[in-house]
């Protein structure tokens, strides 16, 4: 059972750039396909990006494509997310979340797919 903590989150401008991070514990790291969700005020919790195992594939909704990327360091048991541009929209707690997979280069972007999820980090940003 890993366990997930996210850090980076805080109020910045439209325009402006964050990186979150994903801290997990364990050893066994490299066998988790991970993901990033974020959920507003009144809205359900949404899929942002996904990495394969080896960081080799990454997935991205629509919303944040070309804004934002999500990496990994398998030595660091950490994952990822550099938001760039951001806006007023992006504003939500961000969640990462993972799952083991038997194979390389899958990932997933529906919330059932997830086995663990972290406490969140929350992201402002102000118009």
């Known amino acids: 059972q890993v366990q997930l903590v996210e850090s980076g989150g805080g109020l910045v401008q439209a325009g402006d750039s964050l990186r979150l991070s994903c801290a997990a514990s364990?050893?066994?790291?490299?066998?988790?396909?991970m993901g990033w969700f974020r959920q507003a005020p009144g809205k359900d919790r949404e899929f942002v990006a996904a990495?394969?195992?080896?960081?080799?594939?990454?997935y991205y909704a629509d919303s944040v494509k070309g804004r934002f990327t999500t990496s990994r360091d398998n030595v660091k048991n950490t994952v990822y997310l550099q938001m760039n541009s951001l806006k007023p929209e992006d504003t939500a707690i961000y969640y990462c979340?993972?799952?083991?997979?038997?194979?390389?280069?899958?990932?997933?972007?529906?919330?059932?797919?997830?086995?663990?999820w972290g406490q969140g980090t929350q992201v402002t940003v102000s118009s």
């Open positions: 990495i394969s195992r080896s960081g080799g594939n990454t």
């Open positions: 979340a993972a799952r083991p997979t038997s194979l390389d280069g899958i990932y997933y972007s529906t919330i059932p797919e997830y086995h663990n």
């Open positions: 364990g050893r066994t790291f490299s066998i988790y396909t």
